[in-house]
Nanobody, 115 residues
């Protein structure tokens, strides 16, 4: 059974950092594309950062240079290191695993950037 469990969200001041984790089970993360998305209130869900099966990464323009996606194959976990956080980064962050014919989502973790 495929399962994705996000953790690491919370309240942080502008300019601060957080590291999100996405623990996967039921499959191997290096066999698919793993992506972080976020959804702010009243807005559509948007891509934040992704890591492909070959290890290549991609980022949204708004997060490039501030966020870093990585994976630990031994722990079967994907991370999102978020630095220089801004109030506009406030959202629920979701982990996504995409295969050829299907995709899976985690339950999300709330990130709030506020002073």
């Amino acid at each position: 059974q495929v399962q994705l469990v996000e953790s690491g969200g919370g309240l942080v001041q502008p300019g601060g950092s957080l590291r999100l984790s996405c623990a996967a089970s039921g499959f191997t993360i290096s066999n698919c594309a793993m992506t972080w998305y976020r959804q702010a209130p009243g807005k559509e869900r948007e891509l934040v950062a992704g890591i492909n099966s070959d290890g290549s990464t991609n980022y949204a323009d708004s997060t490039k240079g501030r966020f870093t996606i990585s994976r630990d194959k031994r722990k079967n976990t994907v991370y999102l290191q978020m630095n220089s956080l801004k109030p506009e980064d406030t959202a629920v962050y979701y982990c996504n695993a995409r295969f050829v014919l299907e995709a899976y989502w985690g339950q999300g973790t709330q990130v709030t950037v506020s002073s």
